[in-house]
């Protein structure tokens, strides 16, 4: 071969060969393309719930009587006495005086019962009258009392022989309520001793109520 033919051989690989460089200088140059990030969501608040706040009814107080309801007479109700031995001691004893409509209508009591002593030598009342016990249990209201339906006053009583008096007997007790003229006896429970003069309180009265006092 001719050194001619040589050279020319040469000169085709070395423009074969730079073709070849300038496509892969063409190839690395060529831009990437970016990538962005996907945006992240936001999420949504939840909402709090509000607790709904009921107001508890309010309980209607009991009625104890309808409105023109007449008082009770004396020959309307009956009366009588029951002892609470397990609630007296150390000097002190205590009886529920219950008054029971026995009439055909209604009728309606208020107030302290007036209760006095009655000597069984005489037949006379008494010591004084009950002084008031205001109601630790039951507020002083008006009672309505429908037929066969009862009324109560707790009665507090102390023993005779705890006051210097002279003692009698005594077996009953006159009441008499805020809208009567004269006083109604009922028996006592058992015989008790009260004092012969016009002084002493042995016995005073709770407010009547619809329902025996319970300690």
Not at 135 to 141: K, L, N, T
């Amino acid at each position: 071969m001719t050194s001619r033919g040589v050279r020319g051989r040469n000169r085709r690989v070395g423009v074969a060969c730079l073709a070849a460089g300038i496509v892969l200088l063409a190839g690395c140059a060529a831009p990437t393309a970016s990538t962005s990030d996907s945006p992240t969501p936001t999420p949504t608040p939840t909402p709090t719930p509000t607790a709904t706040v009921t107001a508890s009814p309010t309980p209607s107080p009991t009625p104890t009587a309808s409105a023109g309801v007449a008082a009770c007479g004396p020959n309307q109700l009956a009366l009588s006495l029951q002892s609470r031995p397990y609630d007296s001691g150390a000097g002190n004893f205590f009886w529920d005086l219950q008054l029971t409509n026995n009439s055909s209508v209604e009728c309606a009591v208020e107030g302290y019962p007036a209760v006095s002593l009655v000597s069984a030598n005489s037949g006379d009342t008494i010591g004084t009258v009950s002084p008031e016990e205001p109601g630790r249990f039951f507020p002083v209201a008006l009672v309505s009392l429908a037929p066969g339906a009862s009324a109560f006053s707790l009665l507090h009583l102390g023993q005779a022989g705890a006051y210097s008096c002279t003692t009698v007997p005594v077996t009953e007790l006159a009441v008499t309520l805020p809208d009567w003229a004269d006083p109604r006896r009922v028996a006592t429970p058992n015989q008790i001793d009260g004092c012969d003069d016009t002084s002493t309180a042995i016995v005073r009265s709770g407010p009547l109520a619809p329902d025996r006092v319970v300690f």
